[in-house]
């Protein structure tokens, strides 16, 4: 089974819209094989962001981001992602935009983030409770595949050593 921690980015004014994605993405990761560990609210404080992703990258498979993704000035949740990872996913983030633009174009003023951290995978995706969906639902199958690699790969070193 694959693990999943969600940060909740505070923002002013969203809470609740916020607070029902957590409970939203939690039933999507679960009804697409991942373990729910939790969750983490931060302040949208660039260190505060930085410290928690780092360090729930380092015990789960996937570290879900919500909020942040806004275009305005407040809204870093994107940048913090891209500045931690070792590898960005652009073709992660291509998926998750084009399904969610195509569900409503209006998306478009959204943004999102993903690139792996050790062996974890973190995705920065617009917090709202509506949408969250569109942006999980296109890639969580797909992230499957890349951690049972990880995982035959690290057998195969553990046998030859």
Do not use: W
Not at 134 to 145: F, I, Q, R, T
């Amino acid at each position: 089974m694959y693990s999943c921690k969600i940060i909740r980015i505070l923002e002013s004014g969203f809470f609740d819209e916020i607070a029902e994605s957590i409970e939203i993405s939690k039933r999507i990761l679960e009804d697409h094989g991942f373990r729910y560990t939790g969750s983490t609210d931060v302040d949208p404080v660039m260190s505060d962001l930085k410290e928690a992703i780092y360090a729930d990258s380092c015990s789960n498979d996937i570290v879900l981001v919500l909020g942040g993704t806004g275009l305005h000035r407040e809204d870093i949740g994107p940048e913090v992602v891209l500045s931690l990872v070792d590898k960005r996913a652009t073709g992660i983030e291509t998926a998750m935009l084009r399904n969610a633009i195509v569900a409503d174009p209006s998306l478009c003023l959204y943004r999102v983030g993903a690139g792996t951290i050790g062996d974890s995978i973190v995705l920065s995706v617009p917090g709202y409770h509506e949408t969250v969906h569109y942006y999980l639902e296109s890639v969580l199958n797909y992230l499957k595949p890349f951690f049972d690699g990880l995982r035959a790969s690290e057998r195969i070193q553990k046998r030859n050593s």
